[in-house]
């Protein structure tokens, strides 16, 4: 093993890889046929497994204001989300639950616009609480468990500690932590970019 590849496992037992999330919309099977004409179609994959950018895009339309060319992940979903940082919510003219993903009980609605069609939502704009998403082998590793709220420590650009960050543990992910805009732009994140969960 190089020298590279030691520094590397060292440093994946101490810190966490950070991950910006933009705004972004997940829909279901039947609102992907009406938007866009058919399923939706993988343009490249994501950090967590079998999570991709699709090619397809649309347009959020809230009360007060508009995003146009809004990226959509799949695969489809049973419910329809819409992911958006607090300050897209008030452009949108929202106002939103900062909440885990899948969580959008009470939470406001908007139109989606694909070139084939239209979605009223009556619920599902949230902002996404930020979470660390995590291998079992590295919760355990780490000390900690599903549903447990940490404090993360960045080192970025203007490094700062988070708390309130939610750790989620599946077998099914890739452990990396994930960020709003408005979360990374305020420390400066850069790709690369390291965090420490606190004692």
């Given at each position: 093993?190089?020298?590279?590849?030691?520094?590397?496992?060292?440093?994946?037992?101490?810190?966490?890889?950070?991950?910006?999330?933009?705004?972004?919309?997940?829909?279901?099977?039947?609102?992907?046929?009406?938007?866009?004409?058919?399923?939706?179609?993988?343009?490249?994959?994501?950090?967590?497994?079998?999570?991709?950018?699709?090619?397809?895009?649309?347009?959020?339309?809230?009360?007060?204001?508009?995003?146009?060319?809004?990226?959509?992940?799949?695969?489809?979903?049973?419910?329809?989300?819409?992911?958006?940082?607090?300050?897209?919510?008030?452009?949108?003219?929202?106002?939103?639950?900062?909440?885990?993903?899948?969580?959008?009980?009470?939470?406001?609605?908007?139109?989606?616009?694909?070139?084939?069609?239209?979605?009223?939502l009556?619920?599902?704009?949230?902002?996404?609480?930020?979470?660390?998403?995590?291998?079992?082998?590295?919760?355990?590793?780490?000390?900690?468990?599903?549903?447990?709220?940490v404090?993360?420590q960045v080192?970025?650009?203007?490094?700062?500690?988070?708390?309130?960050?939610?750790?989620?543990?599946?077998?099914?992910?890739?452990?990396?932590?994930?960020?709003?805009?408005?979360?990374?732009?305020?420390?400066?994140?850069?790709?690369?970019?390291l965090?420490?969960?606190?004692?």
């Amino acid at each position: 093993m190089d020298i590279e590849a030691i520094t590397g496992a060292i440093m994946g037992r101490i810190f966490v890889e950070l991950e910006a999330s933009g705004r972004h919309v997940h829909v279901t099977k039947a609102q992907a046929l009406q938007l866009f004409g058919g399923p939706l179609t993988p343009k490249r994959p994501l950090s967590q497994p079998g999570q991709y950018l699709a090619n397809e895009r649309v347009t959020v339309i809230g009360p007060k204001g508009e995003f146009a060319n809004v990226a959509v992940l799949g695969p489809e979903r049973e419910e329809a989300q819409v992911e958006i940082s607090l300050t897209d919510a008030r452009a949108l003219g929202l106002q939103v639950p900062v909440r885990p993903s899948g969580d959008v009980a009470n939470s406001p609605g908007c139109t989606l616009i694909g070139p084939k069609g239209r979605v009223e939502l009556n619920r599902g704009v949230i902002a996404a609480q930020r979470h660390i998403h995590m291998t079992p082998e590295d919760a355990a590793h780490f000390g900690v468990k599903d549903g447990q709220l940490v404090n993360l420590q960045v080192f970025t650009q203007r490094p700062l500690s988070f708390s309130q960050v939610l750790v989620r543990v599946s077998p099914k992910f890739a452990t990396y932590v994930h960020l709003d805009y408005d979360e990374a732009n305020a420390c400066g994140m850069g790709a690369g970019d390291l965090g420490r969960i606190l004692p």
